[in-house]
């Protein structure tokens, strides 16, 4: 039997860019139980309301919803039970530091599998204010509307 080979997303916070200001990306591995890698494969996760903790100088993934795997028996797992996510200790410290400070929080970007194991980017971030999002709103339409006139003017 083959192994999986590349990166298949399995889910993704595309809301996360909006809300937060990104300040720092890892990768890092993901403790699971059978049940939700199952359930991971057939592509069923949630990372809306997730969020990162340091406690005990180790992380741990919150709020993610990983539903209950169908064909699971009494076996199945809670689907937003706490979760380990696994990093070097200079990088967990570093984390625990940086969210010390005022603003700065750990969020989860996508949830994937790397060449058969689970994985999920997080991001060390800053939330961003209610004009910060509609001035990345406004500078995003204004880049869209002057690569358009570009665009019409080049085909006159």
Known sequence: ???DVGRKVVASNRKARHDYVIEDVFEAGLVLR???VKA???GRASLVDGWCEVTN????LEGVHI???SQGTWTNHAPRR???LLLHRTEIDRLESKTREKGQTIIPLSLYFLDGRAKVEI???RGKREWDKRQALRERQD???ATRAIREKRDL
Not at 57 to 60: A, Q, V
């Open 34 to 36: 059978g049940t939700e």
């Open 143 to 145: 880049n869209m509307e």
């Open 67 to 69: 539903p209950e795997y």
């Open 57 to 60: 100088h180790e992380l741990w």
């Open 123 to 125: 991001a060390l971030a």
């Open 40 to 42: 991971l494969r057939m």
């Open 1 to 3: 039997m083959a192994k």
């Open 82 to 84: 706490k979760r380990k």
